[in-house]
């Protein structure tokens, strides 16, 4: 399964576009969304990634409630920091990753 990222505007199409790039430069890694391709022909412009099961972890950890306990919250930091440190070691900034996800 795949999850679709649109773009609207000729300002979200150069963000999207931006986005792919950054992404295609980028080895897999567990803990990092894949890119899958990106559609350029026609409109609207479209961003194919992996599918994620329990959609993002902002959601997932909203849905999971009080049943989280410390430990499953230092694993989740841990995946965090790992697939930043797999970003940063492929010389894209934090501040690259906090512009592609509207930070």
């Given at each position: 399964?795949?999850?679709?990222?649109?773009?609207?505007?000729?300002?979200?199409?150069?963000?999207?576009?931006?986005?792919?790039?950054?992404?295609?430069?980028?080895?897999?890694?567990?803990?990092?969304?894949?890119?899958?391709?990106?559609?350029?022909?026609?409109?609207p412009k479209l961003l194919l990634c992996?599918?994620?099961?329990?959609?993002?972890?902002?959601?997932?950890?909203?849905?999971?409630?009080?049943?989280?306990?410390?430990?499953?919250?230092?694993?989740f930091a841990l995946d965090v920091a790992?697939?930043?440190?797999?970003?940063?070691?492929?010389?894209?900034?934090?501040h690259t990753h906090a512009l592609m996800?509207?930070?």
């Amino acid at each position: 399964m795949v999850a679709i990222k649109t773009a609207k505007g000729d300002a979200g199409v150069d963000d999207l576009l931006k986005e792919a790039m950054v992404m295609a430069m980028i080895p897999h890694h567990n803990n990092l969304v894949s890119l899958i391709g990106v559609v350029t022909s026609g409109d609207p412009k479209l961003l194919l990634c992996a599918y994620c099961d329990h959609g993002s972890l902002l959601s997932y950890l909203e849905k999971l409630g009080s049943k989280t306990n410390v430990a499953c919250k230092l694993n989740f930091a841990l995946d965090v920091a790992t697939g930043m440190e797999h970003l940063t070691s492929h010389q894209v900034g934090v501040h690259t990753h906090a512009l592609m996800n509207g930070g």
